[in-house]
C-alpha cells in the first residue's frame, strides 16, 4: 500500500461522488494529520502536500537540529551528526525537514488510514446528497428506473444517485420497466440510518405545476400565475389560474391551440381529466367556474363558515357531483368552501336566482360575441354587469352597440 493507492482510492471517490477538489483536499489531509496524532503524539511538526493533479502526495517532519547527545524527543528534534549525513550547511538552532515516506507507517497502520479515509469521503458524500436534494424539494427530477419492486420503484438520476419512487407516490395507472425515464418532483429527503433518502413524487400537486410551467411558456415566464392545484392522481385535477395581462387568457395559453399543450400534460399523468379555470376573487364565480361542466342557477354564501349552497336544475346535479362525488369535493378543495348541492325548485323554494351563466343567452346573442365576454373572464350576467360599459369595450373589442345591447338583455334578465 503506498502513495498511488491511496490516492487512486481518493481520485475515485472524488470522480464518482462530484464532491468539489478543496472538500476532498481537507478531508484527505484531515484524515492524515488524525494518522500522524496517533504516531507521533502530534501532528504540529508536520507538513503534508498534495498533488492530485499529479496523483501523489508528500509528508514533511519539521525538527530543531540540536547538538549531539542532547535530542530529548526524536520526533521534534535531531542531532546535527544525522543532518550533516544529508546536508553539512545546516547549524544548531535551525529546523530541518525530512520526508516521511509512506511505507514507515506499516501495513496495519496503512490499512486504517485508507479505512477512515474511504469511511470519511462515504460520509461527506452522504451528506454532500442531503444538502443537495434538501434544496431541490419541489422540483421537477428525470431519472432512469432501475429497479421496479411490488411497494416502490428505485430511480437513477444523472449523477448516479439513488431516488426512491414509492408505490403510494406513483400514479394507479404508472407501468415502468428497467430502462424506462421517469419524470417526477422531489417530495422530501429522510434520513434513516444516517442514510439520505431521496423520495420523489407524481401524485403530488406541484408535481403537475411543475409540468404546467415545462410546457407553457406563459407560467414559466411569470405572466400567467397558478392560483391553486388540486387533483385526483390519474383521476382528474382542477387548475385554477390567473393573468395579469389583460391581451392573454390564461386558460387559453394553458390548453394551447387545438388542446396541444393540454394534451403533453394529460399523456404524461396517464389520461388525467384536467379542468383549467379562471380564478376570480369573486367567489360566486369562483365556484360557479370549479363545479364545470354544470351550469348553476344560483349560489348561497355563508362566509362566517365557509360554506356555499348550490342550486342546480335537476339534471346538472349530477354533472357538479361528479363519479364518486368527485367533480363537487375539488371544486370544495379549491376554493376552500364546503359546498352542497340541491335541485332547483324555485317556486316551491322562494329562492331568488343570484346569477346566470351567459350560455344560457345564446338564444339572444350570438355565440361569438359571448365567447368574447368568456375570453375576459365572465362567464356569468352578472359578472359582465360588475364591469363599466367602457371597460366592456376595451376589454372585448366590440362595437359599442354590440355592447350595450349585450348589457340591454342582461339587466331585463335581472329585472324581471
Keep these: ?50 498533488n492530485i493533479d499529479k496523483g501523489d502526495f508528500e509528508i514533511w517532519r519539521n525538527r530543531e537540529v540540536v547538538e549531539d547527545g542532547e535530542v530529548e524527543d526524536s520526533n521534534k528534534e535531531i542531532a546535527i551528526s544525522e543532518v550533516h549525513k544529508i546536508d553539512t550547511d545546516y547549524e544548531v538552532g535551525e529546523e530541518f525537514a525530512d520526508e516521511v515516506k509512506l511505507v514507515d507507517f506499516g501495513r496495519r497502520t496503512i490499512l486504517s488510514l485508507r479505512q477512515n479515509l474511504v469511511s470519511r469521503i462515504l460520509e461527506l458524500e452522504k451528506e454532500n446528497l442531503y444538502q443537495t436534494y434538501s434544496k431541490k424539494i419541489g422540483d421537477l427530477i428525470t431519472g432512469e428506473v432501475y429497479q421496479a419492486w411490488k411497494k416502490e420503484m428505485l430511480v437513477i438520476d444523472e ?26 418532483v422531489v417530495k422530501k429527503v429522510d434520513l434513516k440510518n444516517n442514510n439520505p433518502i431521496i423520495i420523489l413524487s407524481r401524485t403530488s400537486s406541484i408535481f403537475l405545476e411543475r409540468l404546467f410551467e415545462l410546457e ?14 388540486v387533483r385526483v392522481a390519474g383521476e382528474r385535477a382542477k387548475v385554477a389560474v390567473e393573468s395579469y395581462d389583460d391581451r392573454i387568457d390564461p386558460v387559453g395559453a394553458c390548453v394551447g391551440m387545438k388542446g396541444a399543450r393540454i394534451h403533453g400534460i394529460v399523456r404524461e399523468l396517464r389520461n388525467e381529466n384536467i379542468d383549467v379555470i379562471n380564478y376570480s376573487t369573486n367567489v360566486k364565480l369562483y365556484i360557479t367556474r ?31 357531483i361528479g363519479r364518486g362525488g368527485m367533480n363537487i369535493r ?30 344560457e343567452f345564446t338564444d339572444e346573442i350570438e355565440k361569438w360575441v359571448l365567447d368574447q365576454f368568456k375570453a375576459i373572464g365572465c362567464d356569468t350576467a352578472k359578472s359582465v354587469l360588475a364591469i363599466s360599459r367602457a371597460d366592456l369595450i376595451r376589454r372585448t373589442d366590440l362595437e359599442e352597440e354590440t355592447v350595450d345591447e349585450v348589457v340591454a338583455i342582461f339587466k331585463a334578465e335581472f329585472e324581471q
Aim: aromatic content about 8%.
Design 330 to 359: 375539488l371544486a370544495s378543495q379549491l376554493t376552500g368552501y364546503e359546498i352542497d348541492v340541491y335541485r332547483d325548485e324555485q317556486e316551491e323554494a322562494g329562492i331568488e336566482i343570484d346569477d346566470v351563466a351567459i350560455d
Design 1 to 50: 500500500m503506498d502513495n498511488i493507492s491511496l490516492i487512486e482510492t481518493f481520485a475515485s471517490f472524488k470522480q464518482n461522488k462530484n464532491i468539489d477538489r478543496e472538500t476532498m483536499m481537507g478531508v484527505l489531509e484531515g484524515v492524515f494529520r488524525s494518522t500522524l496524532a496517533k504516531e507521533y503524539g502530534t501532528d504540529d511538526i508536520f507538513d503534508i502536500i498534495i
Design 159 to 184: 449523477d448516479g444517485n439513488e431516488l426512491v419512487l414509492p408505490k403510494s407516490e406513483q400514479i394507479p395507472s404508472d407501468f415502468f420497466r428497467k430502462g424506462d425515464t421517469v419524470r417526477a
Design 216 to 229: 407553457v411558456p406563459e407560467i414559466y415566464d411569470g405572466l400567467i400565475t397558478i392560483k391553486n392545484i
Design 290 to 320: 370549479s363545479l364545470n361542466p354544470a351550469s348553476i342557477n344560483s349560489i348561497k354564501l355563508y362566509e362566517d363558515d365557509k360554506k356555499a349552497d348550490v342550486f342546480l336544475d335537476p339534471e346538472e346535479v349530477s354533472k357538479a
